[in-house]
């Protein structure tokens, strides 16, 4: 037997061949495409959660300050918050006085998303007390630096902090107390 291809033929069988391979081709391109779009869309997602938790975590600091951030809290934070107000002897988050506390400044955020439903959010920020009125002296103003590390967990009320941890960078009250302390005493013979 033998068999007669004409050049036509084979041709045609070539491009027959290249079409069912391109098709493929692009079937296998058409689905990593999808996959691509699927993680973008879910990066996306995040980054808007991720947002969210920004805007957050500054009214959490703001209203922290006042110890009016009870909202903001569930789980471990928010049982902490409660002995804590029950332990001072207050019924509830809205007795702290604020007239101590001058301003707040954030000077920075950043958020990561530890997983689908936990945002774990880092801030530096400075707090600023009024002036002592017992005092003459200008710079007796308190201002703390702090840091604040705070972990949000997505709940049926939205992010809410579940645990925080808040530490002390700088705190002008010390560079004070060393000024007072360097300056001789009324009466002091080493003058």
């Not at 050049?7 to 391109?29: E, K, T, V, Y």
């Not at 002036?131 to 709940?155: A, E, F, G």
């Amino acid at each position: 037997m033998k068999i007669n291809i004409s050049i036509g033929n084979f041709i045609l069988a070539c491009i027959c061949l290249c079409l069912i391979f391109l098709a493929f081709s692009f079937q296998s391109d058409k689905n990593e495409l999808k996959t691509e779009i699927n993680e973008l869309k879910k990066q996306i997602k995040q980054e808007q959660e991720a947002e969210k938790v920004y805007d957050k975590t500054i009214e959490f600091i703001e209203k922290s300050s006042v110890a009016k951030h009870k909202s903001l809290l569930t789980g471990k934070a928010l049982e902490e918050f409660k002995k804590a107000v029950k332990e001072k002897g207050h019924d509830d988050d809205h007795n702290h006085p604020s007239n101590v506390l001058d301003k707040v400044e954030v000077q920075n955020v950043f958020t990561v998303m530890e997983s689908n439903k936990q945002v774990k959010s880092y801030a530096i920020y400075r707090v600023f007390y009024n002036n002592n009125p017992s005092t003459d002296m200008i710079n007796t103003q308190r201002i703390l630096t702090l840091t604040m590390i705070s972990y949000w967990k997505n709940t049926k009320d939205g992010y809410k902090v579940f645990d925080y941890k808040i530490d002390v960078l700088q705190d002008s009250l010390d560079e004070y107390l060393k000024e007072i302390s360097n300056q001789p005493i009324d009466g002091d013979k080493n003058e």
